[in-house]
């Protein structure tokens, strides 16, 4: 390891974002710990080619076994790794699961983070390391009223979260600023409105169509049971967005940045593009619980769908208890000062995911 080589403490190394964010420093020449919990099944999947690649090129990858739950744990994690930068992405991130173990995301997504940043401060490493959060568009509850004049959440919208996740987060969020101006330490949040890619986790609405897509187009499965089809989601790709992680921890000074892409989509519209990546067209009729979607047109030889199959229905178990109905946000900081440039559009994200779906079966 040469002396100016940095290293990076990833919590949540095993999630969708943690997995991209590693690629991502390695490729930058960093030393990389992630922390992974332990379960009774393997959960390396979405690391597991750089933790393979370790005994042959890897020397700057390492995991530890560790939980945001457990304050002795994260302390000899950090004391041990001596992290430049920490970046914080462990949580229970399902919004609607998060309603069914309200206490247990307390204590990962909000404790969690007070657990990071107290260790820092114990350890005496307030100079030395600068820490990330992972914050989220779930803060802003998607009020109407909340949104700035130009139609938009931004870094001065007032925040109304509406599940136990958003409670928690916003908890995650007020505690990095605290440490911030209390103990002048290079803390940020990054306010990261939803984004999806091939690794994005099998029950989360993108995902969950883009697998469904495929598998009916492969005559593997009939129908796709959906929730609110109305909501809206301004919804980016993850590997753009660790990339702006990395970009906030290098600035000059500590800042809370929105990333987002401006763009809002209905769940419905998601729908419909995905299915048009298998030549499939739509057809919508009813309202509600009696929503469905029709096979109008098929158009892939490969794909053979019945015209008139019924593809889509609503289930109401997915309605959640307070919904979140619209999300966009305002990246014009995050473009200014960090000099952040997406590289993927909606489209060319659905088509990603749909192509690497259909591998799948
Ligand atoms: P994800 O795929 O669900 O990954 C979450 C990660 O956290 C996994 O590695 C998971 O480990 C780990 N984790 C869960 N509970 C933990 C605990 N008690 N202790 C330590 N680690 C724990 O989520 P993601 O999409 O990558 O999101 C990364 C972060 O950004 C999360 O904090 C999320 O809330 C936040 N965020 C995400 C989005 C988005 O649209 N993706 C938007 C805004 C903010 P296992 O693999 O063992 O489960
Ligand atoms: N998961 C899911 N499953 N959502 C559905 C379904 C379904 O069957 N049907 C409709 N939806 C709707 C949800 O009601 C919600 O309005 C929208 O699809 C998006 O749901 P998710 O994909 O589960 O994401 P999320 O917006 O609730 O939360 C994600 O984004 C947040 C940032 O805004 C997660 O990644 C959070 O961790 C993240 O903070």
């Known amino acids: 390891m040469s002396t100016t080589q940095k290293v990076a403490l990833v919590t949540g190394i095993t999630g969708q974002d943690g997995s991209y ?196 187009a492969k005559g593997k499965q009939d129908c796709l049971y959906l929730g609110n089809l109305n909501s809206q989601r301004d919804w980016g790709h993850a590997k753009d967005y660790v990339e702006a992680m990395w970009r906030i921890l290098q600035q000059d000074v500590p800042e809370d940045y929105v990333i987002a892409t401006g763009v809002t989509t209905y769940i419905r519209d998601f729908v419909i593009m995905a299915f048009a990546e298998v030549g499939v067209t739509l057809t919508f009729e009813g309202e509600q619980e009696n929503e469905t979607a029709t096979v109008a047109a098929c158009s892939n030889p490969l794909y053979q769908i019945a015209i008139g199959t019924v593809v889509l229905r609503v289930d109401p178990e997915y309605y959640r208890p307070t919904e979140v109905d619209l999300l966009i946000g305002d990246p014009t900081k995050s473009k200014t000062q960090l000099g952040w440039k997406p590289q993927y559009d909606l489209a060319a994200m659905v088509k990603e995911m749909v192509a690497s779906d259909l591998k799948l079966y």
């Open 21 to 216: 964010l590693a690629e991502l420093l390695l490729e930058k020449g960093y030393m990389v710990h992630g922390v992974k919990r332990r379960a009774s099944s393997f959960n390396t999947q979405r690391i597991d080619h750089i933790y393979q690649d370790q005994h042959e090129v890897h020397v700057n990858f390492k995991l530890h076994y560790g939980d945001l739950t457990d304050s002795t744990n994260i302390i000899r994690i950090i004391q041990e790794v001596q992290p430049d930068e920490i970046y914080n992405l462990g949580a229970m991130s399902h919004v609607m699961v998060s309603f069914d173990s309200p206490e247990y995301v307390a204590n990962v997504d909000g404790l969690g983070t007070l657990r990071i940043l107290e260790a820092v401060r114990l350890l005496g490493l307030t100079k030395k390391t600068r820490v990330y959060q992972a914050s989220t568009s779930e803060l802003y509850g998607g009020l109407a009223e909340n949104k700035n004049a130009a139609g938009f959440y931004d870094e001065n919208s007032p925040f109304y979260p509406r599940s136990p996740y958003g409670a928690a987060k916003i908890y995650g969020f007020w505690i990095t600023k605290n440490y911030r101006e209390a103990y002048n330490m290079f803390a940020c949040n990054g306010i990261l409105f939803n984004h999806e890619s091939p690794r994005r986790g099998e029950t989360f609405v993108t995902r969950k169509i883009t697998m469904a897509v495929a598998a009916i």
